[in-house]
């Protein structure tokens, strides 16, 4: 017998036997009575299986699409989620964008105001947006107890010494009520063509120095050339700046109230020849006499 008539003789064994009938009774036990009969094969169960299976697989899908079971499958979220999770992304993209643009600004002050470098083409604080983004238009999320917060804030400027009924009672720098870091004599004046962009305050030893405004400490360390110096960002691009002290008393990132001692007066620094503050205001990066807004005396 050849190897061909071997494997179709097989292949026919295997499929009677898969087509074999069985007869199934269902009697009773008592009387033997019989009840129900079915005649099957195993080709006839498996096609039930298979049928089962598919019946099965497609009731569970169709559960899942009408209802609120989809959302427990990994990766699939509802319409409120997806717009959400499209609403973080924004406000990730606005703050990566927020922080990018502070650490500029802090490497630029730090170069040009406190170590008088030129940065030239680099002295900006701009960074490049995503075009696809409107930076201004992101969803507001505020809740209701927010809106009623931000409402009583904003009436707090009816009894501001600054504001009138919601607007400023003067513009520019003149607008701000400064607080006197340090009460003293004006030992040497502003000139801006000397470069010499702020004042000298003859002071006693370990006096402490104030802020003249609240605001955040922007930089606080030290320089070759005028040692212990701290530095405050206040509202409307208005910045601060105190050198030569003894020690500092704040922090880079801490906030700060007018009249907060931020450091003790000192001599620190190549430019310098006794304890005294050098104080100087830059309003939008540009040298401001301080002496215009501030009685030292």
Partial sequence: MTKDKKKQGLIKRIFQNWNYKYKLVVMNEMTFEEHMTFRLSRMNLLMLYVLLS?????????????TPLKEYIPGYASVEQVKQVYINQFRIDSLELEIKQRDLYLANFKHRILLGEDLGGKDTIMISTKEDIDYKNIPDSRSYQDSILRNEWEKEADYDLVYYNG???????????????????????????????????????????????????????????????????????????????????????????????????????????????????????????????????
């Fill in 54 to 66: 598919i019946v099965s697989i497609a009731f569970t899908i169709f559960m899942i699409y009408v």
């Fill in 167 to 297: 607007q400023h009672k003067s513009t520019g720098i003149s607008r701000f009520v400064f607080f006197t870091p340090i009460h003293g004599t004006v030992i040497n004046g502003f000139d801006s063509k000397k470069g010499h962009f702020g004042v000298d305050i003859l002071g006693k030893k370990n006096t402490p120095i104030k802020s003249t405004l609240d605001g955040t400490v922007l930089f606080s360390g030290w320089t070759y050339e005028n040692g212990y110096v701290i530095a405050l960002q206040h509202d409307d691009n208005l910045i601060s700046v105190y050198k030569h002290n003894s020690s500092l008393i704040k922090s880079e990132g801490e906030r700060v109230k007018a009249g907060d001692a931020i450091a003790i007066i000192g001599n620190t620094g190549k430019y310098t020849s006794g304890p005294h503050l050098h104080f100087e205001l830059w309003y939008y990066r540009k040298p401001t006499n301080p002496v215009d807004f501030i009685n030292f005396d």
